[in-house]
């Protein structure tokens, strides 16, 4: 006995070859399309694992510390090459050394950059020793600024550079001396007062460079 075809509900009438292929064709679209959105659903909460694993997951550690500059033990190579003292600030607690190294070129410059160590002091001051120059050497790295006047810091004469704004942005200031055949110089961005201090503190060490002479 053969089948009768289904009548469907809101036609009222079976279906005809081609409402059944669009009825199924349909249903596969949204079959599809329902595939897609669980997939991409799916691959966002990867994602999401993912990039909670590498942010909560990996170890991060603590910044490296900087290890401390011996600016002693460099300065005595710095002697032994230049057959000369060189200078070593008394670092005290107030500053810190930023870098220390033996600068070659026609002029050889022992080269000293101190930094403030609390974090709410700003500025710094750079100790340039000159071999074999004089006040003739500093305009050199002060943009071309010859000194403007003199000052006297624990009997010995210094030469006063005022910079201000007309020099270097980072250098506003600079105080130099003859120590023998060397020319000492001190600049950066620290007040006159700051920088008078510092030179005061190498105060014995400059009489020892010409004692040495």
Known sequence: ???QPTVVAGLGRPETAQETADRKAESSRVYRSSQTFRNLIAALIVTVAVVAVVVFGVPRGTPVTAPEIDVAAIAADVETSMQRPALVPDTDDFWRVNAAQLDGGA???WDITLAPAA?????FIRIAQAFGAD???APQVLGGKAPTDTTTIDGRE???FELGSGGDANITYALGTQAGPDYV???GSRSADSTAELASSLSAQLND???AE
């Open 185 to 187: 110089l001190l600049y």
């Open 135 to 137: 006040v003739s050497w």
């Open 209 to 211: 460079l010409e004692e």
């Open 107 to 109: 002029v050889p410059v």
């Open 119 to 123: 974090d709410d002091e700003r500025g």
């Open 158 to 160: 210094w030469d006063v």
């Open 1 to 3: 006995m053969s089948r």
